[in-house]
């Protein structure tokens, strides 16, 4: 499937560093997207070669962009300044329920816990086949570009 056009204007991760594919769905404070792996992603050759897995913070940089894409949707609903990029500031309880393996698909699913100022509160759970492969809580904030 073709990646979102949409992600390309709300953050600024580009290949062959972008983890989101599609956005499913978003509500106010809750955001749904999806990450196809390809079977011949580079990084299978070496982790593992004889049974690829996925690195658990590839799958954790799945949900901080997830995140990413949810604070600039917010901030385009709050007339917030454009100019501002999310980074991550705290990662708590990351939780790795199963492995992920070449061509599988990521759904990952990010809810706002709080806000205060321009620091933002998550949690996420990543699911493979309806079966959670992650759990995360994290912590963003908005610091003015370059």
């Known amino acids: 499937m073709p990646i979102d056009t949409r992600i390309a204007t709300l953050i600024p991760h580009r290949e062959p560093f972008l983890w989101v594919d599609r956005i499913i769905s978003e509500q106010p404070g809750t955001i749904i997207t999806?990450?196809?792996?390809?079977?011949?992603?580079d990084i299978f050759r070496g982790h593992?070669?004889?049974?690829?897995?996925l690195p658990g913070?590839?799958?954790?940089?799945?949900?901080?962009?997830?995140?990413?894409l949810l604070i600039s949707l917010m901030n385009s609903t709050n007339k917030s300044n454009p100019s501002h990029l999310p980074l991550i500031t705290k990662i708590n309880s990351a939780?790795?329920?199963?492995?992920?393996y070449p061509g599988e698909t990521l759904q990952i699913e990010v809810t706002l816990k709080e806000s205060v100022s321009s620091a933002h509160f998550f949690k996420a759970t990543v699911r493979v086949h309806n079966k959670t492969a992650l759990?995360?809580?994290?912590a963003a904030t908005s610091i003015k570009q370059r």
């Not at 999806?34 to 992603?41: G, M, T, V």
């Not at 913070?57 to 990413?68: I, N």
């Open 57 to 68: 913070v590839l799958l954790c940089e799945a949900v901080f962009q997830s995140g990413a």
């Open 48 to 53: 593992y070669p004889n049974m690829p897995i």
């Open 34 to 41: 999806e990450k196809d792996i390809p079977e011949d992603l």
């Open 135 to 138: 759990r995360i809580e994290f």
């Open 95 to 100: 939780r790795f329920k199963r492995p992920v």
